[in-house]
Structure formats: C-alpha cells, structure tokens
T-cell receptor, first 114, second 117 residues
Framework: AQSVTQLGSHVSVSEGALVLLRCNYS??????LFWYVQYPNQGLQLLLK??????LVKGINGFEAEFKKSETSFHLTKPSAHMSDAAEYFC????????????FGTGTLLAVQP | GAGVSQTPSNKVTEKGKYVELRCDPI?????LYWYRQSLGQGPEFLIY????????DSGLPNDRFFAVRPEGSVSTLKIQRTERGDSAMYLC???????????????FGPGTRLTVL
C-alpha cells in the first residue's frame, strides 16, 4: 500500500527565508509524486510533479522538489519565501496504472511572517 | 478556459436527509475523480470515472454513497441518509486521461463544503 507522511503540520518562516516542507512516501512500486497548494477557499493547484527522468523538478512560483529514492523523500523547497506563499501544501503519490488515484499527506500549513 | 466547477459551494443538511453534489469537469476531460477532505486531513479518494463508467469505487465508505456520470461529462455524488460524520469538503478533479503515459495532471474544483447537523 502507498502512503505519504508530511512532517510538520505547521511551518512558519520569515519573508525572504528558505522554505522547506518535508514529504516522505512509502510505495512498493516506483511512484509518481506531486505537490499541490491550496489557498483559502480555492481548489488544489498543482505546484510540480515527478514522473520519470530528472530527479530535481522545478514548478511554479519558484518552488522545486528533489526525488530521492534512497531516502524515499520528495521535499519541497523555495529559496526565498514571499507573503503570497502562505497556504496549505499537500504532497501526494500515485502508482499510476488504471486509476491514477492520488494518496495525499495530511498537509503542511505554511505561514510567512513579515 | 473554464476550470472544474462544483455546486453548491456550501450545503447544510439535517441528519438522515439525502444530498446531491454536482461536478462539471473541464470540457474534454475523460477522467473524473471525487475526493473527500475532512478537517485537518488531506483529501481521500472516493471514486474514479473513465468516461461514463465508474472504473474504481474502492474509496466509497459505504453503500450510502453513490456517484454517476451518465453522459461522460457532469458527475453527481449522491449521499443517502446523511450522518454527522459525512461532514467534510467534497472535491472533484478531472484529467485529460487516467491511464496513458504516466498520470495526467488532475485539475481540482473549489469543492463543496457539506455540513450535516
């Protein structure tokens, strides 16, 4: 069975500081990995995804994530936080196949302090 | 173009009542998913449609939950005899394809917040 663990339900950073949101996965097959962002009263928006190929994936709004198979991790980073980055972030995994249903982590709420 | 839309945005009902939640996917998307997100949790998969058929309904919690997609576009999630534990945000997502060449991006709607009193 697949699962996703997001360490830290709440993360607070100062504007301009590094953002690091942690995600570890469990999967019996090579996974496809995603990060979604959810702003208040809005739907989930895809930030980036890893399917195959380059393990460092760049997404929208300056975010990137690195797939590390040996550590079963897919941490999300951004060099310099902006106030507009305050939102909830979800890591998700799927094994692909016939369904492609996403298995989500419990989310990390990012606060950005001025 | 228009994204995924869901109606109503909020639904308040009483325990034991029947509710229907509607999802309008992005035009041309053959794959459609329903997820449920409880407070403080990530979304949990309920059901997946490829075209008109429910290809995977393994996430439906019990037989009070049912979903249809009769013409391969709009989908309705139906909940009978609602219980307080059904209170959650119900999310719909659509994708160009659920199967080929690795997973297509799932585009999410804003959700329907269901409250069962």
């Amino acid at each position: 069975a697949q699962s996703v663990t997001q360490l830290g339900s709440h993360v607070s950073v100062s504007e301009g500081a590094l953002v690091l949101l942690r995600c570890n996965y469990s999967s019996s097959v090579p996974p496809y990995l995603f990060w979604y962002v959810q702003y208040p009263n809005q739907g989930l928006q895809l930030l980036l995804k890893y399917t195959t190929g380059a393990t460092l994936v760049k997404g929208i709004n300056g975010f990137e994530a690195e797939f590390k198979k040996s550590e079963t991790s897919f941490h999300l980073t951004k060099p310099s936080a902006h106030m507009s980055d305050a939102a909830e972030y979800f890591c998700a995994v799927t094994r692909g196949g016939a369904t492609n249903k996403l298995i989500f982590g419990t989310g990390t709420l990012l606060a950005v302090q001025p | 173009g228009a994204g995924v839309s869901q109606t109503p945005s909020n639904k308040v009902t009483e325990k034991g009542k029947y509710v229907e939640l509607r999802c309008d996917p992005i035009s041309g998307h053959t794959a459609l998913y329903w997820y449920r997100q409880s407070l403080g949790q990530g979304p949990e998969f309920l059901i997946y449609f490829q075209g008109t058929g429910a290809a995977d309904d393994s996430g439906l919690p019990n037989d009070r939950f049912f979903a249809v997609r009769p013409e391969g576009s709009v989908s309705t999630l139906k909940i009978q005899r609602t219980e307080r534990g059904d209170s959650a945000m119900y999310l719909c997502a659509s994708s160009p394809s659920g199967t080929s060449g690795g997973p297509g991006e799932q585009f999410f709607g804003p959700g329907t917040r269901l409250t069962v009193l």
